[in-house]
């Protein structure tokens, strides 16, 4: 298909270099999408989305990546599949990773990003990948808005063993430096949770509330990181119809974003790093499951603030989840976000301590019509 005018049509080998971060440092196949307002690329060696940027700023929050060695590692935003966290020891001994496959195999281009013939509407994309020890096969479509920051991701996850599976997907979206730092603030609509550092067979106990945490007793604001992440990682409850999450970096002028629908995705994992007291990554996780252990605990713990910590796929059956990503420019002295509002086909953020004037909008139409 022809691409529309200002939009751009690539595979490309790319090179990103973003000082303070861990970075890409070696030519990668990706899958770029072009729009007029932003850019996306996606990682073959791992399904990663590795960029996702203004064209005219050129900051990209998405800059992390994993120190593991090989062409295929999770980066940027990656998907956990089959497992959100470590495998059993006797499934690491047969070779499952941390996290599960989908980040450790190459994904294949099913269609090359382009536009329909009468153009006007968004950049698309189609990849797959086969997890050949969980015995899945994913599909994913890209959609980029061509005059917004706006790209929506639906992903289909087939079970094409002859038996049922319990599995989980996570979001891994990864911030780093140089958009990540001391003045990075995190937004979301989440609420009750727990420590992933509290002791089994009950880290719900004692329970938090969003934005807040404990470490030695002391309460932690999640909303920020400086010099400590302990703790590491907590997870959340969402209760609204729709979960999201933003990181804004006012010094920066940039904020990034995501929306879901919560009968997918009905937990927010936030991940926190710091490295010779700086912040290195922040990870805005949303996912299937809120307990970071293998299935044999998740099966045996059930729930957690009754809600499932697992997902279950018959022999031959196919799930699809979708969510969408939002980039903003902000001014200097922007505060945070106080609420998102998707209604009417319109995406609103409302800022923290500020009246209307000071609101974020684009027009997204319905993000998940496509299911």
């Not at 940027?76 to 059993?88: E, I, N, Q, T, Y």
């Not at 382009?114 to 006007?120: A, K, L, M, N, T």
């Not at 698309?124 to 920051?149: D, I």
């Not at 979960?243 to 995705?265: E, M, R």
């Amino acid at each position: 298909m022809m691409p529309a005018s200002g939009s751009t049509v690539t595979i490309v080998m790319i090179l990103t270099l973003s000082a303070g971060a861990q970075t890409v440092t070696d030519d990668r196949p990706a899958v770029v999408l072009e729009g007029r307002v932003a850019q996306v690329a996606v990682d073959l060696g791992g399904g990663s989305i590795v960029r996702f940027q203004f064209k005219d700023q050129r900051l990209n929050p998405l800059s992390w990546t994993s120190d593991e060695p090989g062409q295929t590692r999770p980066m940027g935003h990656f998907v956990c599949l089959d497992r959100w966290g470590a495998p059993s020891e006797a499934e690491s001994k047969n070779g499952m990773p941390f996290h599960g496959e989908a980040s450790h195999v190459q994904w294949m281009v099913v269609r090359q990003p382009g536009v329909s013939r009468q153009g006007g509407g968004p950049i698309q994309a189609e990849m797959a990948a086969t997890l050949p020890m969980a015995g899945f096969k994913m599909a994913r479509s890209l959609r980029l808005a061509e005059s917004a920051a706006l790209l929506r991701v639906t992903e289909s996850v087939t079970n094409t063993n002859k038996l049922g599976r319990v599995y989980n997907m996570v979001q891994h979206p990864s911030i780093a430096p140089p958009f990540l730092d001391a003045t990075t603030v995190v937004d979301a609509n989440a609420r009750k949770g727990f420590m992933q550092s509290s002791p089994l067979p009950n880290p719900e106990e004692p329970a938090v509330f969003w934005p807040q945490a404990l470490e030695d007793g002391q309460p932690v604001n999640l909303r920020h990181l400086i010099a400590s992440h302990e703790p590491e990682v907590v997870s959340f409850t969402i209760d609204d119809e729709y979960g999201w999450v933003t990181a804004s970096t006012a010094a920066k002028g940039l904020l990034i974003g995501y929306i879901w629908k919560t009968s997918d995705y009905p937990w927010l994992d936030i991940w926190r790093n710091a490295q010779n007291g700086k912040p290195a990554a922040r990870g805005l996780e949303f996912g299937t499951t809120g307990l970071h252990q293998p299935v044999g605990i998740l099966v045996s713990k059930g729930k957690i603030f009754g809600r499932p910590l697992y997902s279950y796929l018959d022999a031959g059956q196919t799930a699809t989840r979708s969510y969408a990503a939002f980039l903003f420019k902000i001014p200097g002295d922007y505060r945070g976000v106080e609420r998102i509002a998707y209604e009417n086909g319109r995406l609103v953020l409302h800022e923290r301590a500020a009246g209307p004037e000071r609101d974020l909008s684009m027009t997204t139409g319905d993000l998940f019509a496509d299911r």
